[in-house]
């Protein structure tokens, strides 16, 4: 599913598809920190990883529960934050030879995929507000 099927879907109501984008990713995230300490035998940039990487996941979730719009909008920035600090890792990772340039680029892309979904929600979700406030 392309960014903008999941900008469709998500302006239409189904919350769930940034929950699922997120979620699969960590379980990404998971797998490559077990092959990283098991088989590359690296052990803080991994753990780093782990922590940003999954907390992208966890941040979305716990949007879906926001007190308000501005709460759901900080939950969001939380999480594109987190999908930076993901990247940083990454790039880390790659540019000392810990990941192949395809494994780097298969994970890579999920994050500027989840990334440019946060941004969309983020900024629509603003303008609505503007709109409903203005």
């Given amino acids: 599913m392309t960014i903008e099927e999941l900008k469709i ?32 035998n690296e052990y803080v940039m991994s753990k780093q990883l782990l922590r940003a990487g999954t907390s992208i996941g966890a941040n979305t979730r716990e949007s879906i529960n926001a007190q308000s719009k501005l709460d759901f909008i900080n ?6 934050k987190e999908t930076d ?19 780097f680029q298969s994970i890579y892309n999920d994050s500027k995929e989840i990334a440019a979904l946060l941004v969309s929600i983020i900024k629509t979700t603003k303008k609505n507000l503007e709109l409903k406030n203005g």
Avoid: C, H, P
Avoid at 75 to 80: D, G, H
Avoid at 91 to 102: I, K, Q
């Fill in 9 to 40: 879907r998500f302006a239409m109501g189904d919350e769930n598809l940034i929950q699922a984008k997120t979620k699969a990713f960590a379980i990404r995230i998971i797998k490559l920190y077990k092959y990283l300490t098991e088989t590359q």
């Fill in 75 to 80: 939950k969001l920035n939380i999480a594109l």
């Fill in 85 to 103: 600090e993901t990247q940083y890792w990454l790039e880390l990772l790659s540019e000392t030879n810990f990941l192949t340039v395809n494994q």
